[in-house]
């Protein structure tokens, strides 16, 4: 995640002279080593895959739940893997969190954070507003969204993918291919968080919503200013 700045010298027998200051941003790593690309959208600096951590930045294990029913009830930190499949979600999909864990406030890389609704909108109205930001931010193709998804540009280069979610109401997973969600650390109710979602059926809208801190979601960290 660290911005470096650089000029290209050039010299030859008509002198020395320099091109315009270039940059380019480092992926980085989570306390487990997994490792994520980055990309700077407008001002501010994005993963560009879901986080896939099991451990909070201190080292401290999150507990994986794979009970429906004692995920449902569940008012505490968690994280599962879609269908509790880590083979087929973890590399490509990352993990699912509840709100409880996005809350502990050191679940991102040193230096990173969970979004707000604020960097959430921020994002959003570089894209041009939430009514067009989705397809701006969905992977293009059909490897992980269902077909034939031919609103997404990927222009921003987040590359959304549609890990799907896991129910607050009876632990069941639901909408891998056909959507996003990710956690918000904005709390708005005493029961619901702020969540942003892109969707194959809003195929162009990034829907700002609000979630029972019981579902299971994605999370992008966005660094620190």
């Known amino acids: 995640g660290t911005i ?3 000029r290209i010298k050039v010299e030859n027998s008509l002198g020395i002279s320099f091109s315009n200051d ?3 941003i480092t992926g980085l790593k989570d306390y487990e080593n997994n490792y994520y690309h980055t990309i700077m959208i407008g001002s501010q600096i994005w993963m560009v895959e879901n986080l896939r951590t099991t451990k909070f930045n201190d080292g401290t294990p999150i507990p994986n739940i794979t009970s429906n029913a004692e995920w449902s009830t569940l008012v505490s930190p968690a994280y599962c893997w879609f269908n509790n499949n880590i083979t087929e979600n973890k590399d490509s999909y990352g993990a699912l969190y509840n709100w409880y864990t996005v809350n502990n406030g050191n679940l991102c890389p040193a230096g990173w954070h969970v979004p ?14 939430a009514s067009v930001a989705g397809g701006k931010m969905k992977e293009t193709g059909t490897l992980h969204w269902i077909a034939p998804n031919s609103d997404a ?10 890990a799907g979610y896991r129910s607050y109401s009876d632990g069941a997973f639901f909408g891998k291919g056909d959507n996003s969600t990710w956690w918000s650390t904005t709390l708005n109710t005493s029961s619901g968080a702020g969540s942003v979602a892109v969707t194959s059926y809003n195929p162009y809208n990034a829907l700002v919503v609000t979630n029972n801190k019981k579902y299971g979601e994605s999370v992008r960290c966005i660094k620190d200013n």
């Open 153 to 162: 540009t990927n222009e921003s280069g987040f590359t959304a993918i549609p």
């Open 22 to 24: 270039m940059s380019f």
């Open 116 to 129: 707000s609704n604020t960097d959430w909108n921020t994002l959003l109205n570089t894209l041009g507003g």
């Open 4 to 6: 470096y700045h650089y």
